[in-house]
């Protein structure tokens, strides 16, 4: 199977190319630039690999939650790639693209939403796949749902997380640096492909979790005070 798999959820975009279990990568940091550089690195992978977008499977793209102007990059390029070889497009959340780079059975992933809240989620690995425990859900920094047992935490939403929050999940292993990664996106794209879980290109859609991306004055008002109280 050869998959194309992008993601561009935070401030490091990534390409990925999967053909038959090797995957190569491209990444390129700078969240403004996420739009002049996600075309050329697709080619140069793509060149570099010897294959046309007609020798794809399919076209595999995180579709958040995360940075809105980002995801919707992603989403929207991933789209114009597939309908143009009418090819399927395998969605895969960001935060499961953490638990899937993050190398344990058990993943709680965390990515900071800012005006004081994150995007959450928690993900055991099972045979075929992952099991969901905590949908992706966004929630107040001091108050995120927290799984039960122990678990890897990954994500730059561990960098907000109130100290009390922190002091009630159960994780020895905290990666506050990891970011959502193609590699991941392209090898949870290859499985959900591979269970007839592609969808035409015109229905991907981005996880947004939030209909903003900023306060208004009164809000900041209150936020401020709920600080000082």
């Known amino acids: 199977m050869r998959v194309l ?25 700078g969240a403004r630039g996420h739009s002049d550089h996600l075309l050329a690195m697709v080619a140069q992978l ?69 005006m004081g809240q994150v995007y959450a989620g928690a993900y055991e690995r099972e045979a075929d796949g992952w099991r969901t425990v905590v949908p992706p859900c966004l929630a ?4 995120p749902p927290l799984p039960q047992g122990h678990w890897v935490a ?12 922190l002091a009630g999940l159960d994780a020895s292993d905290r990666r506050s640096d990891a970011l959502p990664q193609a590699r991941a996106v392209a090898s949870l794209g290859v499985l959900g492909l591979r269970k007839g879980e592609g969808m035409d290109a015109a229905q991907a859609a981005p996880l947004y979790l939030r209909d903003k991306v900023a306060l208004d004055v009164h809000e900041q008002a209150a936020k401020r005070a709920a600080r000082q109280a």
């Open 5 to 29: 798999a992008l993601e561009t959820s935070s401030e490091t975009a990534s390409v990925a190319l999967w053909i038959d279990g090797d995957c190569r990568e491209l990444s390129q940091s």
């Open 46 to 114: 793509m060149a570099e690999a010897q294959v046309g977008m007609a020798g794809l499977d399919g076209v595999a793209c995180g579709i958040g939650p995360g940075a809105f102007t980002g995801v919707r990059i992603a989403v929207s390029v991933a789209q114009g790639l597939a309908l143009a070889r009418d090819l399927p497009v395998a969605p895969v959340v960001s935060l499961q693209a953490l638990a899937e780079a993050a190398d344990a059975a058990r993943v709680y992933a965390c990515i900071d939403a800012r």
């Open 140 to 143: 107040e920094t001091a108050a």
């Open 154 to 165: 990954v994500g730059s939403g561990l960098k907000v997380l109130a100290s009390s929050t």
